[in-house]
């Protein structure tokens, strides 16, 4: 998505890095980047306050349940691959590193 107007911070950045700044695990000179592009780019604003609105019904929904530490530990290895570029095995990371061929049997 782009609102086609200049900004010194790119809509396609922002909308790639939208959870990333949501979820502050940013640093705060790119969050301050962010906030300075959501006063200048309505469509932008208008995209985080959904996902923001989204994320706080899931939180009010499913916010009392715990997550199993290794699972997030599993979710937070890909995501750091993919971030890397790096090839991401074909595994459900919730059947303890099956594959998921083998675990359908």
Not at 8 to 25: A, G, N
Not at 26 to 31: F, L, V
Not at 49 to 63: D, H, N, P, S, Y
């Amino acid at each position: 998505m782009n609102c086609g107007e200049p900004h010194e911070t790119d809509c396609s950045e922002v909308l790639d890095h939208l959870y990333e700044f949501l979820d502050r695990e940013m640093p705060e000179g790119d969050c301050t980047k962010f906030e300075v592009h959501f006063e200048e780019c309505s469509p932008c604003l208008e995209k985080y306050g959904l996902e923001q609105a989204v994320k706080k019904l899931v939180k009010r929904c499913c916010g009392q349940d715990e997550v199993p530490s290794d699972l997030r530990s599993k979710v937070m290895g890909r995501i750091d691959l993919i971030r890397a570029g790096e090839a991401v095995p074909e595994q459900d990371i919730t059947l303890g590193g099956q594959d998921t061929a083998t675990a359908r049997e």
